[in-house]
Structures are given as C-alpha cells and as structure tokens.
C-alpha cells in the first residue's frame, strides 16, 4: 500500500500554493508535514485526500492514478485542528456513523466501533456526549471516527493544537502506537519541530509552498539539506553568521578566527554561512568553545528556560539557556558555542558540511 505524488502542484490564480513535489508514502509510516503557518502543509493534505485536484502531475495509490477520484470513493479520513463531533449522539453513535453512512452489516459496524473504541481508551464513554468529555477524550472519539474506517489513508492536520500541555503530551505518545497498529499511512501537520522529533517516523519540512527535504525524521534534523531545512526544523529558528575560510583559518564577522580542522576538515577556501541552533549557545565558556561578545537586546523567562535575544554585529541571533538568568536588555553578554555544534552551508544556502556531533550521532 503506498500513496505516490509525482510532479504535483497547485495553483490558484496568481498564487502558487504547492511547487512541483514528487513524494511516496508507505504503508505503516507516520509522516510529518513540518513547516511554519501558511508553508503549505494543509494544501499539500487536500491534494492527497482529493479534495483538491492538483493543477499539475499525478497522485497514485497502490500504483493506480486516483487524480481525479472523488474523495468519498477513497479510502481516507481526516482528522482537522478543530475536531468535529456531533453533539446529539452518544460516543458510540459518533464513531459508529461513517460506517452507518456506507451501509455496513450492524454487527460488523459493534465490533469495529468497540474495537476502535479500545485502541482509543475510550470503552468507558461509550454512551456518553462529547460534551460530557474533556477535551483529549473528544478528540479521541475524533480520531477513533476515522479509524474505524479502515482507512487506507488518514490525515492529521495539526490535531492536537487546541489541546492543553498534558493533553498534548498524553496524545502525542500515544498516536505512534495507534498508527503502528492500524498499518494505515498516517500523514500528520504540525509547525512544532519538538512534535516532530517526538512522533518519529518521516518528516518532510515545508516552506513557502516547496518541500525541502523528506527522509527520516531524525535524519532530517541531525543533516538538514539547505539552510531552509535547518531553520524550519529549529525552534526558535536556526542561527546564521557568514565565515571566510582561507587557508587553514575560519574567520567570522570581525571578532576571532578558528581552525579550518575544528569545523570541516578539507573545505575549500571560500565563503560561507556557519549555522547552529540556539540550543547550543551557552553562557559558560568552556575547552574549544568559540567565544562571541554580543549585546543583549531582550530576554523571555520560560520557567526553566531563558531566551536570550542577541545582536552580534548586526546579525540577530536567539539563544536558549537553561535556567532563570538575571540578565538586563542593553548589557554586552559573552556567549559560547562549541564548534562541533556548527554546520556549513555554501552562500546559495545547501549544506557543505553537517555539525561534526550530527555525523557522530
């Protein structure tokens, strides 16, 4: 069972929604669609539940060209931001509906709706209304509705955005485990990198309408193809500062040099843009670490975490720092960061060198 994207695009008027995108989708993979608002994730998931007809190319399931097939006469289900239930059935009725609606046998639809129900946790609420649910147990009956399907295809648009922290957190450890075994092809939105690495599976990071890359999740973040990649899959984004290699020395902005062997061994002379993720910025200077004078320009306490907003000869960079720190906007602050946390990337922004610890991991 696969779900195949040759050459799709789409555009309305003027405006180009999706670029020319080729993808394939296996059977019991949970892909993440990973970009900021207005990237294109919710238009890519139309054109693969057909409620959109691509403008260009082919969409092909199990090797068959469904392009131009009715999204009632797939096997799809999708599940939006804004779950729906109806609120005059009982929980039971709610998930049981699709199946009513294609005319299924009344036994098959009891034991398919109490099975789902199961896998949902959601047994004990059976006879319940959604809205004598908390808001995870409503989305559970959301999700169990396209479960019970049997769908081939099932397409999370940001599902959990609503939600609370704990109820978030409970769901996101849980939906691998659904989609492991329904053995659907799950294909899941969401602008949160953190969401992204915690499900797992494939990723396909998107900005601007153009999927960037699309592999592993986890090699995805670790090896970010382009600078592109690297700042979507980045919360908050992803560093930049231009560096000249000459030599056996690496040169950044106007403050210090390093050796060329610290960061890519071989590279060639020439300019380049040196990224890191904010993550890896610190306020204790350490063996090998590069040292940057910066100026503090705002700071935002998070609780456990501190953001620190950095002017660094004009470049803006973010900073996250474990702990509350008593810092004041305006003040010179030191930051370090540890060379093998930096990538390279060529001027036109592919990647020419991973961060050594990636390559490591």
Excluded at 9 to 34: C, F, P, R, W, Y
Excluded at 124 to 137: A, D, H, I, Y
Excluded at 243 to 266: C, F
Excluded at 339 to 344: K, M, P, T
Aim: proline share 6%; with cysteine; hydrophobic share 40%.
């Amino acid at each position: 069972m696969t779900l195949k994207l040759e050459g799709v695009s789409s555009v309305v008027g003027a405006t180009t929604h999706i670029h020319d995108t080729t993808l394939t989708l296996e059977k019991g993979t949970m892909n993440v669609l990973l970009g900021p608002t207005l990237s294109g994730k919710t238009s890519l998931m139309r054109l693969m539940a057909g409620l959109d007809a691509p403008t260009k190319g082919r969409i092909l399931w199990n090797g068959t060209d469904v392009t131009g097939q009715r999204v009632q006469d797939r096997r799809v289900a999708m599940v939006y931001q804004q779950f729906i239930n109806y609120p005059s059935m009982t929980v039971y009725d709610n998930i049981a509906s699709p199946l009513r609606l294609l005319g299924i046998d009344k036994a098959e639809i009891d034991t398919r709706v109490r099975d789902t129900a199961a896998l949902m946790k959601l047994t004990p609420m059976l006879e319940r209304k959604p809205l004598e649910l908390s808001g995870g147990q409503q989305q559970r009956c959301a999700l169990a509705r396209a479960l019970v399907k049997n769908a081939g295809l099932v397409l999370l648009d940001e599902p959990l955005a609503n939600l609370d922290y704990k109820l978030r957190e409970e769901l996101r450890a849980e939906i691998p485990k659904i989609f492991e075994e329904s053995g659907a092809i799950f294909v899941y939105a969401t602008t949160e990198p953190e969401e992204a690495l915690l499900l797992g599976g494939n990723c396909a990071t998107l900005w601007e309408g153009r999927v960037t890359q699309f592999g592993p999740t986890a090699t995805v973040y670790r090896n970010p193809n382009n600078a592109t990649t690297a700042r979507v899959f980045s919360d908050p984004p992803m560093n930049f500062l231009p560096v000249e290699k000459r030599g056996n020395r690496v040169t950044y902005g106007t403050a210090g040099e390093i050796s060329a062997d610290t960061l890519a061994p071989g590279l060639a002379d020439g300019r380049y843009i040196a990224g890191f993720r904010p993550n890896h910025l610190s306020l204790e200077p350490h063996a090998g670490a590069i040292a940057f004078d910066t100026a503090l320009t705002v700071t935002e306490i998070t609780g456990s975490e501190t953001f620190v907003h950095l002017d660094y000869h004009g470049a803006r960079w973010v900073g996250l720092i474990h702990g509350i720190r008593n810092l004041s906007p305006g003040q010179s602050l030191p930051v370090y960061l540890d060379a093998s946390r930096v990538y390279l990337f060529a001027e036109d922004g592919q990647l020419v060198a991973s961060a050594p610890y990636a390559e490591a991991a």
